[in-house]
T-cell receptor
Framework: DAGVTQSPTHLIKTRGQQVTLRCSPK?????VSWYQQALGQGPQFIFQ???????QRGNFPDRFSGHQFPNYSSELNVNALLLGDSALYLC?????????????FGDGTRLSIL | SQQGEEDPQALSIQEGENATMNCSYK?????LQWYRQNSGRGLVHLIL???NEREKHSGRLRVTLDTSKKSSSLLITASRAADTASYFC??????????WGAGTKLIIKP
């Protein structure tokens, strides 16, 4: 039973560029959440997708956008990259929105902005 | 902004000893969850305690929750080298959105 998978594992971009990160949820899960984790910090909630719609959003600018596909996989897009966007981006999946169930995490995408 | 604050920020103990980490939060919660993160990896769920529960056990883990003090503790008994990791608490608000602390870095010395 495959867990949450994310791609790519590492990515290097320059300021002003755009990036797309991908996530496949754990089998049987329909809700995907995205987090940003700076070095030495806890995860910061970006947004959550359920039934192909953004349901909740954290305190992130609209440079951060996402999408969820009918097979529940998800993408995170970041436009006009800033140096401060350098971080580990984590995808987590769970079953059912507002379920309060534990989340299953992928190993993340390490994004470095030069 | 972060809801939870873990204490201590770092903890180094000998293998076999017990490790205790604390988490404080600010607003009312539906549940509180503890996760472990090994270096460079994703987070792994350890235990969930609901707001109406006071204590929960899972193997060598014991979690307590005091909603009057808005605090929780995680106890790992008989620590092992494999327990070396960062530990995070996350609180689920009324919308079940998880808000995370900055974590406790635990080092188990052989």
């Amino acid at each position: 039973d495959a867990g949450v998978t994310q791609s790519p594992t590492h990515l290097i971009k320059t300021r002003g560029q755009q990036v797309t990160l991908r996530c496949s949820p754990k089998s049987g899960h329909d809700t995907v959440s995205w987090y940003q984790q700076a070095l030495g910090q806890g995860p910061q909630f970006i947004f959550q997708y359920y039934e192909e719609e953004e349901r909740q959003r954290g305190n992130f600018p609209d440079r951060f956008s996402g999408h969820q596909f009918p097979n529940y996989s998800s993408e995170l897009n970041v436009n006009a990259l800033l140096l401060g966007d350098s971080a580990l981006y984590l995808c987590a999946s769970s079953r059912g929105q507002l379920s309060g169930q534990p989340q299953h995490f992928g190993d993340g995408t390490r994004l470095s902005i030069l | 902004s972060q809801q939870g604050e873990e204490d201590p920020q770092a903890l180094s103990i000998q293998e076999g000893e017990n490790a205790t980490m604390n988490c404080s939060y600010k607003t009312s919660i539906n549940n509180l969850q503890w996760y472990r993160q090994n270096s460079g990896r994703g987070l792994v769920h350890l235990i969930l305690i609901r707001s109406n529960e006071r204590e929960k056990h899972s193997g060598r883990l014991r979690v307590t929750l005091d909603t009057s003090k808005k605090s929780s503790s995680l106890l790992i008994t008989a620590s092992r080298a494999a327990d070396t990791a960062s530990y995070f608490c996350a609180t689920a608000d009324s919308n079940y959105q998880l808000i995370w602390g900055a974590g406790t870095k635990l080092i188990i010395k052989p």
